[in-house]
């Protein structure tokens, strides 16, 4: 599975989420949000009295066991060639510490190989070798890009993958950890079936409780299991689910709002040996108290549509180039994390490949009449003329709701040259890249920049969701009041 890249924000953002020029967007869905009360996950016993006559499905295991929140994840503890003259005891673990990060440590220093600039590593496993290239930070440690064990074309049958930073959603199916003791029954279990494929979530039964502690301290912790097979029970190789788990690792940020990965895949084979392992760094944010995506953790009908549609796109690679592009914008908008105007620029970036998309490739303008320089029905078009056109294909409204954005609203009322949202967001993404006089337009007005970014990303979230094909239901992500489980059909529905 590819590694992502990531775009990052330069230091010219100057504004933190919490200046007094501006609303503060860490507020949103914080302390005193409404939020519906729920039941915990493990419920009475008692009230499975009636289900028991269908014997309890056993929870996934994880090939890798839980582990606490940000603590690291053992992956090897064994001989280690490739850093010394001679083989060495040495560990390798995923680390959460700052980030997640694959680190090593051998139990013999070499003051030569902590020179070099990378060392060509060999874990000595039971089940064979497997290499990983390290970089040395001191004598006797250093960390790694990743590695692959095994063959990307060994036929399998299952693959485990182990999800990291999910919320905590209701979940459709009871599972146990001893499938024999009706006592242990919870609710942990959430399956579907997308193209070929059928997809398992399994979550962990102290979940409630160690999202709590993620949530607190803004920490990573493992929160599902999930088991991927061929719907019809055929064997397939990690190439043909390549796509399956890119997918599933962009379209589950998208709903969320934050990068959640499915990290260290391990391939089963027939006989149940391990056939096929990875071990990648994906791109991981940490838990949030509440998702800032446009999907309602408790709607798994519209989680299932987003993911179903995900993995059929991204079967094409031609599509999932394009389509995962704009996913990644709307994440890197659709967060809290970082300052107000780097996630305008990273959702009007994704507003504007959208329209590229839609209208040039599209064949409605020509580059020309796209850029202003030839005439368009008579006129030569500006930014807000070619977002209202993208938006108006979808049929998502750039109005102005006072009761929703009132700040915009106001800037509207005082300004003659913009009339509705699509002039506001282009006008104030044109003053943070081109800068031709002060930035008194952006920030005179408090609260402006934050609802001018949650209205791009809702623009943003809502024509990817278009682009995907998707009916269901979403989040508003231009309201900061409210009731977080209020969702409404897409417009186009």
Not at 155 to 168: G, K, M, Q
Not at 400 to 408: K, L, N, Q, T
């Given at each position: 599975?590819?590694?992502?890249?990531?775009?990052?924000?330069?230091?010219?953002?100057?504004?933190?989420?919490?200046?007094?020029?501006?609303?503060?967007?860490?507020?949103?869905?914080?302390?005193?949000?409404?939020?519906?009360?729920?039941?915990?996950?493990?419920?009475?016993?008692?009230?499975?009295?009636?289900?028991?006559?269908?014997?309890?499905?056993?929870?996934?295991?994880?090939?890798?066991?839980?582990?606490?929140?940000?603590?690291?994840?053992?992956?090897?503890?064994?001989?280690?060639?490739?850093?010394?003259?001679?083989?060495?005891?040495?560990?390798?673990?995923?680390?959460?510490?700052?980030?997640?990060?694959?680190?090593?440590?051998?139990?013999?220093?070499?003051?030569?190989?902590?020179?070099?600039?990378?060392?060509?590593?060999?874990?000595?496993?039971?089940?064979?070798?497997?290499?990983?290239?390290?970089?040395?930070?001191?004598?006797?440690?250093?960390?790694?890009?990743?590695?692959?064990?095994?063959?990307?074309?060994?036929?399998?049958?299952?693959?485990?993958?182990?999800?990291?930073?999910?919320?905590?959603?209701?979940?459709?199916?009871?599972?146990?950890?001893?499938?024999?003791?009706?006592?242990?029954?919870?609710?942990?279990?959430?399956?579907?079936?997308?193209?070929?494929?059928?997809?398992?979530?399994?979550?962990?039964?102290?979940?409630?409780?160690?999202?709590?502690?993620?949530?607190?301290?803004?920490?990573?912790?493992?929160?599902?299991?999930?088991?991927?097979?061929?719907?019809?029970?055929?064997?397939?190789?990690?190439?043909?689910?390549?796509?399956?788990?890119?997918?599933?690792?962009?379209?589950?940020?998208?709903?969320?709002?934050?990068?959640?990965?499915?990290?260290?895949?391990?391939?089963?084979?027939?006989?149940?040996?391990?056939?096929?392992?990875?071990?990648?760094?994906?791109?991981?944010?940490?838990?949030?108290?509440?998702?800032?995506?446009?999907?309602?953790?408790?709607?798994?009908?519209?989680?299932?549509?987003?993911?179903?549609?995900?993995?059929?796109?991204?079967?094409?690679?031609?599509?999932?180039?394009?389509?995962?592009?704009?996913?990644?914008?709307?994440?890197?908008?659709?967060?809290?994390?970082?300052?107000?105007?780097?996630?305008?620029?990273?959702?009007?970036?994704?507003?504007?490949?959208?329209?590229?998309?839609?209208?040039?490739?599209?064949?409605?303008?020509?580059?020309?009449?796209?850029?202003?320089?030839?005439?368009?029905?008579?006129?030569?078009?500006?930014?807000?003329?070619?977002?209202?056109?993208?938006?108006?294909?979808?049929?998502?409204?750039?109005?102005?709701?006072?009761?929703?954005?009132?700040?915009?609203?106001?800037?509207?009322?005082?300004?003659?040259?913009?009339?509705?949202?699509?002039?506001?967001?282009?006008?104030?993404?044109?003053?943070?890249?081109?800068?031709?006089?002060?930035?008194?337009i952006v920030y005179d007005q408090p609260g402006l920049l934050v609802e001018v970014w949650?209205?791009?990303?809702?623009?943003?979230?809502?024509?990817?969701?278009?682009?995907?094909?998707?009916?269901?239901?979403?989040?508003?992500?231009?309201?900061?009041?409210?009731?977080?489980?209020?969702?409404?059909?897409?417009?186009?529905?």
């Amino acid at each position: 599975m590819a590694s992502i890249e990531r775009a990052v924000a330069g230091r010219m953002f100057l504004t933190p989420v919490g200046d007094r020029n501006v609303r503060s967007a860490a507020t949103i869905g914080g302390p005193g949000q409404n939020t519906p009360a729920r039941s915990d996950s493990v419920r009475d016993p008692g009230a499975y009295a009636g289900v028991m006559a269908t014997p309890l499905n056993e929870a996934l295991k994880p090939w890798y066991g839980f582990n606490g929140p940000s603590e690291p994840i053992e992956l090897f503890h064994d001989e280690i060639g490739g850093h010394g003259s001679a083989d060495c005891q040495g560990t390798v673990a995923f680390s959460f510490s700052r980030r997640p990060v694959i680190e090593w440590e051998v139990s013999v220093p070499d003051f030569k190989a902590a020179r070099k600039g990378s060392l060509d590593l060999t874990l000595h496993r039971p089940d064979g070798p497997m290499p990983l290239i390290g970089r040395a930070s001191g004598t006797q440690c250093g960390s790694s890009n990743g590695s692959e064990f095994g063959s990307r074309h060994s036929n399998l049958t299952r693959i485990i993958a182990h999800w990291f930073n999910l919320p905590d959603w209701w979940c459709r199916e009871l599972i146990s950890e001893t499938p024999d003791n009706p006592d242990s029954a919870y609710d942990g279990r959430w399956s579907f079936q997308a193209s070929s494929w059928t997809i398992t979530f399994d979550k962990r039964r102290d979940l409630d409780e160690v999202l709590k502690q993620a949530k607190r301290s803004n920490l990573y912790v493992m929160t599902h299991v999930m088991e991927l097979r061929r719907t019809d029970g055929k064997e397939f190789s990690a190439e043909d689910a390549d796509h399956v788990l890119d997918a599933l690792h962009v379209g589950m940020s998208f709903a969320i709002g934050r990068w959640a990965a499915p990290l260290l895949p391990v391939g089963f084979s027939h006989d149940g040996s391990v056939a096929w392992e990875e071990w990648l760094p994906l791109h991981l944010d940490t838990a949030d108290s509440v998702t800032p995506g446009w999907w309602y953790q408790n709607d798994l009908n519209s989680l299932e549509e987003v993911l179903r549609l995900t993995i059929e796109k991204f079967a094409d690679p031609i599509i999932c180039a394009r389509l995962g592009f704009q996913m990644k914008f709307s994440i890197l908008s659709a967060g809290y994390h970082g300052f107000v105007e780097s996630r305008v620029i990273n959702g009007t970036a994704g507003l504007e490949h959208m329209q590229w998309q839609h209208l040039v490739l599209g064949k409605i303008l020509t580059e020309k009449q796209y850029k202003g320089r030839d005439l368009w029905n008579g006129r030569h078009l500006v930014a807000a003329d070619r977002l209202r056109m993208t938006l108006d294909a979808a049929q998502i409204s750039y109005d102005v709701d006072f009761s929703i954005m009132p700040e915009i609203h106001n800037f509207i009322r005082r300004d003659a040259n913009a009339k509705d949202g699509a002039d506001v967001v282009t006008r104030i993404r044109n003053r943070l890249v081109h800068p031709k006089a002060g930035q008194e337009i952006v920030y005179d007005q408090p609260g402006l920049l934050v609802e001018v970014w949650a209205l791009a990303r809702h623009f943003l979230a809502l024509l990817v969701l278009h682009s995907l094909g998707f009916t269901g239901k979403y989040r508003d992500l231009r309201k900061f009041q409210g009731w977080y489980g209020e969702t409404e059909k897409v417009p186009w529905a």
